[in-house]
């Protein structure tokens, strides 16, 4: 059966639009994703990072939002975002959790295929969604960093879809993580041609794109969108102002 995660990328897509991904913090951000998604309509996927997992726990992780997702009308699915963790990616498997992603794409491909496939025979046994990642998306996303960007292309990311058994691909198109210090250089072209197949397409690097950007990137068939450090800035602009002008 379908997890969450892979199906309301896959109902997303067939609707020519895309499911947000919110990479939140701690109950607050849950929650406060959850009320957004129900004034919007839309489904959404719920993806803390390894570090936010490891601080609070994968059981207690998934017990939070499982409260949360009973009391909001919406479909929401739980996701591990970038995790180098085989274990970690196997405890919250077994926890019940809906889907989680895999990044060993800073590693040769043959490794990157052989890393994720271990973890999608797991994950498929249980039930559980896997997404991986081709390409090395620059920027930084909590411990993991990368200065410069190594492209995808067409060929490498088909093999690496037919041989891992992923159920969504992430390959690195130009967006990056953080802040952009220029303009994005987007390779719409591979989007277009990836947003062809069968296995979902997913954008990292949401925030600071623009609108104009976002709109193509789902037009050309990207069914999920990652944003992380737009929510963390908000979050902590607001406790800070809350903190100072009490």
Same mark, same amino acid.
């Given at each position: +059966?379908?997890?969450?995660?892979?199906?309301? +990328? %896959? #109902?997303?897509?067939?609707?020519? =639009?895309?499911?947000a991904a919110i990479n939140i913090l701690n109950y607050n951000t849950a929650r406060a994703t959850l009320r957004a998604a129900q004034a919007a309509g839309r489904d959404v996927i719920l993806q803390p990072s390894t570090g936010t997992v490891k601080r609070y726990g994968v059981s207690e992780t998934y017990s939070m939002v499982e409260g949360l997702r009973r009391a909001f009308p919406v479909r929401a699915s739980l996701h591990l975002d970038h995790c180098r963790d085989s274990a970690l990616a196997r405890a919250c498997i077994d926890a019940g959790w809906d889907?989680? +992603?895999? #990044?060993?794409? &800073? @590693?040769? +491909?043959e490794e990157n295929i052989g890393k994720?496939? $271990?973890?999608?025979? *797991?994950?498929?046994?249980?039930?559980?969604?896997?997404?991986?990642?081709?390409?090395?998306?620059?920027?930084?996303? /909590? #411990?993991? =960093?990368?200065?410069?960007?190594?492209? &995808?292309? *067409? /060929? #490498?990311?088909?093999?690496?879809?037919? /041989?891992?058994?992923?159920?969504?691909?992430?390959? =690195?198109?130009?967006? &990056?993580?953080?802040?952009?210090?220029?303009?994005?250089?987007?390779?719409?072209? @591979?989007? /277009?041609? @990836?947003?062809? %197949? $069968?296995?979902?397409?997913?954008?990292?690097?949401?925030t600071g794109l623009s609108p104009e950007a976002f709109h193509k990137l789902i037009r050309l068939g990207a069914a999920k969108v990652n944003i992380s450090t737009a929510l963390k800035q908000t979050y902590l602009g607001t406790a800070r102002g809350e903190l100072q002008n009490p």
């Open positions: +059966m379908l997890q969450n995660n892979l199906r309301v +990328m %896959l #109902d997303a897509r067939k609707t020519g =639009s895309a499911v889907s989680v +992603m895999m #990044d060993f794409s &800073a @590693l040769p +491909m994720t496939r $271990e973890i999608v025979l *797991y994950a498929h046994e249980r039930g559980v969604a896997v997404e991986g990642e081709v390409g090395v998306i620059s920027g930084v996303e /909590e #411990d993991i =960093s990368a200065e410069n960007a190594h492209p &995808a292309n *067409y /060929e #490498d990311t088909v093999r690496f879809i037919r /041989e891992s058994g992923v159920d969504a691909i992430a390959p =690195s198109i130009g967006t &990056a993580h953080g802040f952009y210090k220029n303009a994005p250089v987007l390779n719409y072209g @591979l989007t /277009e041609r @990836l947003g062809k %197949l $069968e296995t979902p397409l997913v954008v990292h690097g949401g």
